[in-house]
């Protein structure tokens, strides 16, 4: 089973994913916890020049996709062998950021998606929070200055545009406290996904 864990900066992805790994190993299930960009030790390199580097935009994309194309190799390995891996991060980021955020032409994102990571996951969990409510979060306020709010507010518009057409997205309201948000994607895990987790793909 592959899971994504979205969202902007400062949603608590990081947090809510080891928080789920938990829950999950208290079911007997052991996942492996992955993330972009830098998952790989290959793509580590790209990561670098994406987070220090000021290239251009089309550089940029294409960096975050390049990066993806390495990880899936990884991901699918692990997913033949029956694994389940958790991801903090995967392609929706890239059409919320690229596409949303920086205002890239989403069809082309979607192309190059589509045609170099067909990969998806059975459930991604979008945490939902508004970039007010992030920039009041530990270390989020210097980051979300520094890219601007308009931006965020663009990317998170973003994510949302992108679940009206994706059932595979599970919207969770982030706002609340670290517990809460935790209840709230158990709750949608054993009441909605884990019903029907037989009609989807793994
Ligand atoms: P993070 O490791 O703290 O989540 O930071 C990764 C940053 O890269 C975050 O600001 C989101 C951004 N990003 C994109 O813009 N596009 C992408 O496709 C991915 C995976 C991340």
């Not at 900066?9 to 992955?34: E, H, M, P, R």
């Not at 194309?69 to 890239?94: A, C, F, M, P």
């Not at 507010?153 to 706002?175: F, M």
């Amino acid at each position: 089973m592959f899971i994504a864990f979205e969202g902007i900066d400062g949603s608590g992805k990081s947090t809510q994913i080891k928080l789920f790994k938990d829950y999950l190993k208290s079911k007997s299930i052991d996942a492996f916890v992955t993330a972009e960009p830098g998952g790989t030790e290959a793509s580590k390199m790209l990561d670098f020049i994406i987070r220090n580097f000021d290239i251009p935009t089309e550089a940029r994309l294409l960096l975050f996709i390049s990066d993806r194309i390495i990880h899936i190799k990884e991901i699918e390995e692990k997913l033949n062998r029956g694994e389940w891996v958790l991801t903090d991060r995967y392609s929706y980021s890239t059409l919320a950021y690229q596409g949303y955020g920086e205002c890239m032409d989403i069809k082309m994102i979607r192309e190059l998606l589509d045609r170099f990571c067909p990969l998806m996951p059975a459930v991604t969990f979008l945490l939902n929070i508004s970039p007010k409510c992030a920039i009041n979060r530990a270390g989020m306020h210097d980051l979300i200055e520094r890219k601007g709010y308009e931006f965020y507010r663009q990317v998170s518009e973003g994510y949302l545009q992108l679940t009206k057409n994706d059932k595979r997205i599970v919207v969770i309201d982030a706002s609340g406290s670290i517990n809460d948000v935790h209840k709230k994607i158990i709750e949608k895990w054993e009441n909605e996904i884990e019903r029907t987790k037989s009609r989807i793909s793994v």
